[in-house]
């Protein structure tokens, strides 16, 4: 019997439909996105750096685009969990985001803080100065606590002596060279001018502060001894510092703080030792003794010894006989002692006048108040600083007797020269106030020392004048920055000074 195998004869093009029709489609691929758990910090100023923690981010940094707010911002580290970016400086508050090729990711929002503004410099003065110099830096946005101001001079560290926000003052350190000067806060750093280092010149002044009498070296304060109440002049011979004043028992000096008491004349009370000068071993002072506290007497010691000074005989000042007169300035040249004041009447008028040895020199004849401030010798020559009252007050300086009236462009100058200084080429120079505004004259042509408006209230006194080398200096206070010296017509802030009477340069 024959059999039939039928499935032997079905199509393949069956059999291969009924294959391929069993096979699986392939799974597409997996997206993996990046994900944000946290910033780090959560706030910040623009620039500040900015730590984002989370997931699949590229360890390629310019894969990940990171924006803060909308805006883009660069990143300077990237691995898989972290990276690390720099908050836009045209950034706003708001949502950070992290972009990559798989997608992106909203993360937490990172708030803008408004930084404080950084310091900046405008000046310093002066521009040079040997090491130790009182430097006064102006400028914005110090702090206000010394401590808090770093300040360089060429990268080396000065020590910060007082502070406000617009004002420090520093000493140039010893260290220092010529270079920059930096200061830095909190917020950020500055750099201003250059400072140049000379020649090293030590700066003594003499004066006060609120607690009483005190002298400055270099910008560093030392307070006279508590029987000290005035501190009028200061002479530096050496190491040994000497200041001429009085305590309350009357004229008096100190050197190096050891106090030396002046005698009176016999009967008279009281008195001031006004200018003081040392020559070789010697101590001369100058100055005056009362006579029941209704006049003065012109007086000079060498060390503890009374000199004579007499005054001139005959009427000088409204047919009147002399009886009273003050020395406010000594100078010692050689064998020689000059004074410098003014001898009067007992109602007449002063005159201006100076001594050599105790002999006097009237210099002007009484018709109107006149004075002698200061003395100076150089060479043979002897020069005076004072004025003469008129309609206004007239200043002059004197050279061997004759006088120099000093241009004061005004036609009611109100004016007081109060010290004169010669310097090694010959110069001249009185320094002073007209309309109490502080003034120096070199060769009898005026300077301002300061840019006030005169007014009520106006104080400006320039009390003394000195030089070294081609270096001139003055002692006084200039309103709005307070009391100290100019060197070079540039101001020198002295700490806690109230008043000042004296500068030396050594």
């Given at each position: 019997m024959k059999t039939n195998y039928l499935l032997a004869f079905l199509p393949a093009s069956i059999f291969l439909l009924s294959t391929v029709g069993c096979k699986k489609n392939p799974s597409p691929p997996m997206v993996i996105l990046p994900t944000i758990s946290s910033i780090n910090p959560a706030s910040g100023a623009a620039g500040a750096s900015v730590t984002i923690t989370g997931t699949n981010f590229s360890t390629t940094p310019a894969n990940n685009t990171v924006k803060?707010?909308?805006?883009?911002?660069?990143?300077?580290?990237?691995?898989?969990?972290?990276?690390?970016?720099?908050?836009?400086?045209?950034?706003?508050?708001g949502i950070v985001s992290v972009s990559t090729k798989s997608g992106s990711a909203d993360g937490p929002i990172f708030t803008y803080l408004?930084?404080?503004?950084?310091?900046s410099i405008t000046s310093i003065s002066p521009m040079s100065g040997p090491p130790n110099t009182v430097v006064t830096i102006n400028g914005t946005n110090f702090k206000t606590?010394?401590?808090?101001?770093?300040?360089?001079?060429?990268?080396?560290?000065?020590?910060?002596?007082?502070?406000?926000?617009?004002?420090?003052?520093v000493l140039a350190p010893l260290a220092g060279t010529s270079g920059s000067v930096t200061i830095a806060t909190a917020d950020g750093?500055?750099?201003?001018?250059?400072?140049?280092?000379?020649?090293?010149?030590?700066?003594?002044?003499v004066g006060r502060t609120s607690s009483g009498p005190a002298y400055w070296v270099n910008g560093v304060r030392t307070d006279m001894p508590f029987d000290c109440l005035e501190a009028n002049a200061i002479f530096v011979d050496g190491t040994d510092i000497y200041i001429a004043g009085a305590d309350a028992n009357g004229p008096k000096y100190w050197k190096n703080g050891a106090g030396v008491s002046l005698p009176v004349t016999v009967g008279h009370n009281g008195?001031?030792?006004?200018?003081?000068?040392?020559?070789?071993?010697?101590?001369?002072?100058?100055?005056y003794d009362m006579v029941n506290g209704a006049n003065a007497l012109p007086r000079c010691w060498k060390n503890t010894t009374s000199l004579g000074v007499s005054l001139s005989s005959g009427n000088i000042s409204g047919g009147l006989p002399v009886v009273l007169g003050y020395a406010y300035s000594i100078f010692v040249s050689g064998s020689d002692v000059y004074l410098a004041g003014s001898q009067a009447p007992f109602s007449g008028n002063q005159v201006v006048s100076y001594w050599k040895n105790g002999a006097p020199f009237p210099l002007t004849d009484g018709s109107t108040v006149a004075e002698a401030t200061s003395v100076f010798v150089s060479g043979n020559d002897v020069y005076l600083s004072g004025y003469i009252q008129g309609s206004g007050t007239s200043a002059y300086y004197w050279k061997n007797g004759v006088p120099v009236p000093l241009n004061i462009n005004t036609t009611s100058s109100n004016c007081t020269p109060e010290?004169?200084?010669?310097?090694?080429?010959?110069?001249?120079?009185?320094?002073?106030?007209?309309?109490?505004?502080a003034k120096y004259w070199k060769n009898g042509v005026m300077s301002d020392l300061t840019t006030t408006t005169p007014g009520n209230g106006i104080?400006?006194?320039?009390?003394?004048?000195?030089?070294?080398?081609?270096?001139?200096?003055v002692a006084g206070t200039e309103t709005g920055q307070g009391t100290g010296y100019w060197k070079n017509g540039a101001f020198n802030v002295l700490p806690a000074a109230q008043y000042v009477y004296g500068i030396v340069v050594k």
């Open positions: 803060f707010n909308g805006v883009a911002a660069a990143v300077t580290s990237a691995n898989t969990t972290s990276l690390i970016v720099k908050a836009p400086v045209t950034g706003t508050t408004v930084a404080p503004p950084a310091p606590n010394p401590a808090d101001n770093i300040v360089k001079f060429n990268g080396i560290t000065a020590t910060v002596q007082t502070a406000t926000s617009t004002m420090v003052t750093t500055a750099t201003g001018p250059a400072f140049n280092y000379t020649s090293a010149q030590d700066i003594y002044v008195g001031r030792a006004k200018s003081i000068f040392v020559s070789g071993t010697d101590v001369y002072t100058c100055g010290s004169i200084y010669v310097s090694s080429a010959g110069d001249v120079y009185v320094c002073g106030e007209v309309h109490n505004l104080s400006e006194p320039a009390f003394s004048i000195s030089g070294n080398g081609s270096d001139i200096y």
